[in-house]
């Protein structure tokens, strides 16, 4: 079966750096997707990594090895707002998106 | 207006009720598509529409029923929901399906079936 898999909850200190892992094993790859979602708001594009290496944009990068079935979204600087869930979802031969469950992370001041 | 919009944002029904969801994307783009989203589990596409042609449907209660008159609406058609079937109903659209293109949400409509 297809799966993919990230933490549930993380918590992270205003300023700090967190790095949320996303592992999967899926029919095939085309990508994978990164996604915000505030609380009760629609989910936002972040990132799309097909090639292996790491994205740089502004204070979040994308990492994807596709030899190892994993991807990470770095937060850098972390501010208030940054608290919400972080959504993995990838690309499957089929153009299909196979979605995780979502990492929730909590800032504190 | 931009992106892509949802109405209602909240309903109540029960569960014999017949109700709508309504969906429209101002992106031009040619695919939509409906997902539920429930507390702490992946969100489960439920119906996908290309250039108006339905293309999946996930193996989807009858109870569902989707409608896309032209590439820029989409309809969620509802009758004798069951409790389970309370959650985020969210709508989405890309340029096309089955390429890499990322999808654009709309906020959802918060279900709840009593």
């Known amino acids: 079966g297809q799966n993919i898999d990230q933490p549930t909850e993380m918590t992270a200190t205003e300023g700090a750096i967190v790095q949320i892992n996303c592992t999967y094993q899926t029919s095939g790859f085309n990508g994978l997707f990164w996604y915000q979602q505030h609380a009760g708001e629609a989910p936002t594009f972040l990132s799309y990594?097909?090639l292996d290496g790491l994205e740089e944009k502004g204070r979040f990068s994308s990492f994807l090895s596709r030899s190892k079935g994993y991807s990470y979204l770095l937060l850098k600087e972390l501010q208030m707002k940054d608290s919400a869930s972080y959504l993995c979802?990838?690309?499957?031969?089929?153009?299909?998106?196979?979605w995780g469950a979502g990492t929730k992370l909590i800032i504190k001041p | 207006e931009t992106g892509v919009t949802q109405t209602p944002r909240h309903l109540v029904m029960g569960m014999t009720n017949k109700k709508s969801l309504k969906c429209e994307q101002h992106?031009?783009?040619?695919?939509m598509y409906w997902y539920k989203q429930s507390a702490k589990k992946p969100l489960e596409l439920m119906f996908v529409y290309n250039f108006k042609e339905q293309t999946e449907n996930n193996s989807v209660p009858s109870r569902f029923s989707p409608e896309c008159p032209n590439s820029s609406h989409l309809f969620l058609h509802l009758h004798t929901l069951q409790p389970e079937d309370s959650a985020l109903y969210l709508c989405?659209?890309?340029?096309?399906?089955?390429?890499?293109?990322?999808?654009?949400f709309g906020p959802g409509t918060r279900l709840l079936v009593l």
């Open positions: 992106l031009g783009h040619n695919a």
């Open positions: 979802a990838v690309l499957d031969s089929n153009y299909q998106l196979i």
């Open positions: 989405a659209s890309s340029q096309d399906s089955g390429t890499p293109f990322p999808q654009y």
């Open positions: 990594n097909v």
